[in-house]
């Protein structure tokens, strides 16, 4: 039998505005415990929550963003149930009528495919529990804190439709998804700080007609690998179970990262159990056509948008997708090399290759740390096409303008990396080196032409890379008479 697993991804993304989505404390968590809060994070009696404008306009840039409609008027709920970094017993947040619905993302690369958006929806970030003794986990915990800092950050939840089809492919749709939201700006989008964390609804069924099976949660991925590995687990662990006549428990699950294993948590609760009712507190929202248009206008150029038009400038679609998953200083120093005058498809090629490498082997985390600029690319790489530099000079010129110690012009002077394209005294030393390889140059004069490239690789040892290679291997072949 061939087994299909269908999947779906619920995305919480926290947005980055100054203050939380129901009151006006700092949204930032890097502060003392406890410090950024107010009755309104704690849920105290009497406390009225107050909706953050700005948040409501980046999740209506976000679902625009990935084509949904808007709904006119969009109402709050309470979704009620019981954590201990949850004081007042229940989460805001929305249930039939989301802020936007119905939209999709286009996936591309390896493993195409449009993925329908069900909705994005507004909701709040609880606290944060950290527990002590035993190995972190709660079951083997001493004691527990409780840190509310968190509690009451503005968070979207962005829902697809069960259209993935594998896990390479839930990962290929949690990246672009990343991708857009970091174009956007709505979100620092850290997924190792969880401002991004995905949960997967994973079923398996007995072929493309067959009815869907029973699906299971896993919740709190906050890494590309992590959600990629658990959903790849879960197809296998059901496909083996029903393969062998068990039944899947519709449940929650976790991930350990390190067994490799998904492991089950409580039985999943259906909407019922939430009992959603309006919250009293927040009248419905009127998001009319006008502010709509306002946000739209807003949007910046979507990273599918970007791919195009860079392979329209001539750049391969490999490469493309390359520079707009990098991170975002790299496309913009791309972009600012081609605006001084950089050819599209060398000024990639350096901006992936070259200028990536040398920030690692320097230690810098991103192009923004550095003393490069797109004029200074453009500038060596103008040396490079005008024949001052060579290619393995170049290589130590950029090591040089990464470093700080100025222009491409002046690290070449300084580093003393000028080319050598002085006729005479390149004859001077390929005649040194046909004087010190006779049995070499006695086979290149019978015709072994190979050994063009011996000679002109000596030349560039000799000369420290500075001799200029084209002009070395015409005087070696004129040398041998060919």
């Keep these: 039998m061939t087994w299909e697993a269908v999947i779906g991804l619920e995305t919480h993304v926290e947005l980055s505005t100054a203050s939380k989505m129901f009151c ?66 229940y989460q805001i947040s929305q249930f039939d009528l989301p802020v936007c619905v119905d939209g999709y993302l286009e996936v591309g690369g390896d493993h195409p495919g449009r993925i329908r958006i069900e909705r994005v929806h507004q909701e709040e970030d609880t606290g944060k529990s950290t527990h002590r003794g035993g190995d972190g986990r709660i079951s083997a915990a001493e004691y527990s804190l409780l840190d509310f800092n968190r509690s009451g950050v503005p968070l979207v939840e962005i829902v697809t439709r069960p259209d993935i089809r594998s896990a390479a492919q839930a990962r290929a749709y949690a990246q672009e998804l990343r991708l857009l939201v970091e174009a956007l700006g709505v979100s620092d989008a850290r997924l190792e700080e969880g401002s991004i964390r995905f949960d997967a609804n994973v079923s398996v069924r007995a ?10 949660e896993i919740k709190n991925m906050n890494s590309f690998r992590s959600l990629e590995r658990a959903v790849s687990y879960e197809i296998e662990r059901q496909t083996a179970r029903l393969s062998s006549g068990q039944r899947i428990v519709m449940e929650t699950r976790h991930w350990d990262e390190e067994a490799g294993v998904t492991r089950g948590g409580r039985i999943k609760e259906g909407s019922s159990d939430y009992r959603y009712f309006p919250d009293p507190d927040l009248v419905p929202m009127e998001l009319d056509r006008d502010w709509e248009d306002g946000m739209a ?26 520079l707009v998953g990098a991170e975002a200083g790299l496309a913009q120093l791309f972009e600012d090399a081609v605006e001084a005058g950089a050819g599209a498809p060398q000024a990639a090629n350096w901006a992936t290759g070259e200028v990536v490498a040398s920030l690692r082997k320097a230690g810098i985390p991103s192009v923004g740390g550095s003393s490069l600029t797109g004029s200074s690319l453009a500038e060596l790489l103008g040396m490079i096409r005008q024949g001052t530099l060579s290619g393995s000079a170049a290589r130590e010129v950029l090591a040089g303008v990464i470093a700080g110690e100025g222009s491409p012009a002046e690290v070449a002077a300084g580093r003393d990396l000028l080319q050598i394209s002085d006729t005479g005294l390149l004859e001077s030393v390929v005649d040194e080196l046909i004087a010190a390889n006779p049995d070499e140059f006695a086979r290149l004069k019978d015709g072994e032409r190979k050994l063009v490239g011996f000679f002109v690789g000596q030349v560039m040892r000799n000369t420290r890379g500075k001799a200029d290679p084209k002009l070395a291997g015409t005087l070696i072949t004129e040398r041998a008479g060919l």
């Design 207 to 216: 072929g493309p007609r067959a009815p869907l099976g029973t699906k299971v």
């Design 24 to 89: 006006g404390c700092p949204a930032r968590f890097d502060a003392e415990p406890n410090t950024n809060i107010c009755p309104v994070c704690l849920g105290l009696p009497g406390a009225l929550p107050v909706p953050n404008r700005e948040a409501i306009n980046r999740i209506m840039q976000i679902g625009l963003a990935l084509n949904c409609s808007v709904t006119r008027r969009p109402v709050f709920h309470r979704k009620n149930y019981f954590y201990a970094d949850l004081p007042k017993n």
């Design 297 to 322: 206008a807003l949007l910046p150029e979507l990273p599918s948008v970007r791919r195009v038009r860079y392979e329209e400038m001539g750049i391969d679609a490999a490469q493309a997708a390359n």
